[in-house]
């Protein structure tokens, strides 16, 4: 069978289960709020990392915080595996973030050129503190000089899948985070 777009269809190799996930999800929301951030608002950068936001923000209130929502909807791959290099906005934050800490939320950082335009648009709208957290840190090369303040797991350079992370737009309900290999 051939997924869309041409690429065959994979197995997972799990990577991270669901309970190392949560048990690490727990401890980025326990970091973040060590830092003593007032009036936090997270942005989570869509759609990727829709999942790890609502576990993190649930995991920040345990952890006593108070944290505002909002999510900008970027793009920067075609459909592809590999990175086109151009970051797009297809949806910017709704809410005023003048004077704020603000935490971005994305799924992995990869090129790194995702966060690194974010933290700028963040920056431009007057934050008082921008703040990065990605759940997967891809061992590559960087395109960005920017380094993510909380980073939940460092993985090696493969494609993942699950928990949010897709490829063309499938495996994001997988509870787990599992590396996508090519089948023959
Ligand atoms: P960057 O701009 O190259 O750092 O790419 C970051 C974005 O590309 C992430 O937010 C993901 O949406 C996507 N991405 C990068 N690597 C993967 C992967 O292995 N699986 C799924 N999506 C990925
Ligand atoms: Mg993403």
């Given at each position: 069978?051939?997924?869309?777009?041409?690429?065959?269809?994979?197995?997972?190799?799990?990577?991270?289960?669901?309970?190392?996930?949560?048990?690490?999800?727990?401890?980025?929301?326990?970091?973040?709020?060590?830092?003593?951030?007032?009036?936090?608002?997270?942005?989570?950068?869509?759609?990727?990392?829709?999942?790890?936001?609502?576990?993190?923000?649930?995991?920040?209130?345990?952890?006593?915080?108070?944290?505002?929502?909002?999510?900008?909807?970027?793009?920067?791959?075609?459909?592809?595996?590999?990175?086109?290099?151009?970051?797009?906005?297809?949806?910017?934050?709704?809410?005023?973030?003048?004077?704020?800490?603000?935490?971005?939320?994305?799924d992995?950082?990869?090129?790194?050129?995702?966060?690194?335009?974010?933290?700028?648009?963040?920056?431009?709208?007057?934050?008082r503190?921008?703040?990065?957290?990605?759940?997967?840190?891809?061992?590559?090369?960087?395109?960005?000089?920017?380094?993510?303040?909380?980073?939940?797991?460092?993985?090696?350079?493969?494609?993942?899948?699950?928990?949010?992370?897709?490829?063309?737009?499938?495996?994001?309900?997988?509870?787990?985070?599992?590396?996508?290999?090519?089948s023959?």
């Amino acid at each position: 069978m051939t997924a869309a777009g041409g690429l065959a269809d994979g197995a997972i190799k799990p990577l991270y289960s669901e309970e190392a996930i949560a048990l690490r999800v727990d401890q980025l929301a326990s970091d973040i709020a060590a830092r003593r951030l007032d009036d936090l608002m997270v942005v989570a950068v869509l759609k990727g990392s829709f999942i790890f936001a609502a576990d993190l923000i649930r995991a920040l209130h345990r952890h006593g915080l108070e944290p505002e929502i909002d999510f900008v909807y970027l793009a920067s791959y075609d459909g592809k595996r590999v990175s086109r290099g151009e970051v797009r906005v297809l949806r910017d934050v709704e809410s005023d973030i003048k004077g704020r800490n603000v935490v971005i939320v994305d799924d992995i950082f990869d090129s790194g050129r995702t966060l690194a335009f974010a933290k700028a648009l963040l920056a431009e709208g007057g934050a008082r503190q921008v703040l990065t957290c990605v759940l997967v840190d891809k061992q590559v090369k960087r395109a960005s000089a920017i380094t993510p303040d909380f980073i939940g797991f460092s993985c090696p350079p493969v494609f993942v899948v699950g928990y949010g992370m897709d490829l063309h737009n499938r495996y994001r309900e997988l509870p787990f985070i599992g590396e996508l290999t090519a089948s023959d």
